[in-house]
């Protein structure tokens, strides 16, 4: 992986060169791992013209999940607790005879970002801007393995629970037993908080588990995915507690589950972003549910569980291969209930077949 690394390096300090400038100080977390293979609590990369330096606080590594270091890449521990690593790049790139740095202002707050022009007056900051986050979007075949893995891995959580008695227990703690299955079968962690939605609260696209448990007849709605080698999946599942579903449970179900493959069988390289929405939209907009659709109906996966792109009405920009997305429409209906199903897909041409499904959970109605 140390090639690997070194490539994504190089290609950051060729932006920086296109720019006027050659050194770059990258502090956003995704970014630093991406370019460095690790990134501890608070740690900078300083891409350098000759040389490139990981600045930490601690050593890295040491926390489950965190990484580990390219071998090749010099590292700085800082000697001061509590000292900025940014600052410190900021200062080493002055050291080095720097004159341009571009750093990660969306990134940096306003009191760090004067904290590096106070100790290094003579360095001109500029902004690096999303340059790392466009290298990430497109993702190679390493990284897609790790993201297949993760899958798996929420895959087997999900199925495991399934097998289980639901009846009486409560949303939080079977978004706790499913954390906990992630952990046991090789995840380094949840991806995100685990939703669990019973009844009225099922279908909610940001619901936070509560103490109300499982009654026969709800809707369960689960999202959830693992995060592993830093790289995380989405699911989302809905099922029926009961043998015998209601006739608008099953309409809605099958409604959604129309919107979410015609979302899915839009991924296709060269599809607009706004246009994968759309087609999913489209489905739910026909049957009245204009106004209960969520913002989006999928956004990209990698180092972070929401990336580029956003598929959204609004969205800007088209697909490639190679990015993972997810497809997640929903309906919720207030007091009552709704679905929402949720896959993690990579976009690949249809020679290769279209889409290819990672999460792979079963999508029919399910009763529990």
Request: proline share 7%.
């Amino acid at each position: 992986m140390s090639e690997v690394y070194a490539v994504r390096r190089e290609r950051v300090r060729e932006r920086c060169a296109a720019g006027g400038g050659a050194v770059a100080l990258v502090s956003r977390p995704a970014n630093v791992r991406y370019l460095a293979g690790v990134a501890p609590e608070g740690a900078a990369l300083l891409v350098g013209e000759d040389e490139d330096v990981l600045l930490c606080g601690r050593p890295p590594g040491e926390q489950p999940g965190e990484g580990r270091p390219d071998e090749a890449l010099r590292m700085r521990l800082l000697p001061a607790p509590g000292a900025d690593p940014a600052v410190a790049g900021a200062r080493l790139a002055a050291a080095q005879g720097a004159g341009t740095l571009a750093v990660e202002e969306h990134h940096l707050t306003v009191a760090r970002h004067r904290a590096l022009g106070s100790v290094a007056p003579g360095l001109r900051l500029v902004d690096l801007g999303g340059a790392v986050e466009q290298l990430r979007y497109v993702k190679d075949e390493e990284e897609i393995s790790c993201l297949r893995i993760a899958a798996e891995i929420t895959d087997q959580a999900l199925g495991e629970l399934l097998e289980s008695i639901l009846v009486g227990r409560t949303e939080r703690h079977l978004a706790l037993e499913l954390e906990r299955r992630l952990v046991d079968h090789g995840a380094d962690g949840p991806a995100f908080p685990t939703s669990v939605g019973t009844g009225p609260n099922s279908g909610k696209g940001t619901h936070r588990p509560s103490d109300r448990r499982v009654e026969e007849g709800d809707f369960l709605s689960v999202c959830l995915g693992a995060s592993y080698r830093g790289y995380r999946c989405e699911i989302g599942r809905t099922f029926v507690i009961g043998t015998s579903p209601a006739d608008w449970q099953i309409e809605l179900y099958d409604l959604v589950f129309a919107a979410q493959r015609a979302g899915r069988e839009a991924l296709l390289p060269g599809a607009a972003c706004r246009d994968v929405d759309r087609a999913a939209r489209h489905v739910l907009d026909l049957a009245g549910h204009a106004d209960d659709l969520p913002p989006l109906t999928g956004h990209g996966v990698g180092l972070e569980i929401d990336e580029d792109p956003q598929l959204a009405p609004s969205a800007m920009g088209k697909l490639d291969a190679c990015v993972p997305v997810t497809v997640e429409p929903g309906v919720h209906l207030p007091g009552r209930g709704g679905v929402r199903i949720d896959d993690t897909l990579v976009v690949r041409p249809e020679a290769d077949g279209g889409p290819e499904l990672l999460t792979i959970t079963t999508k029919e109605l399910l009763a529990l």
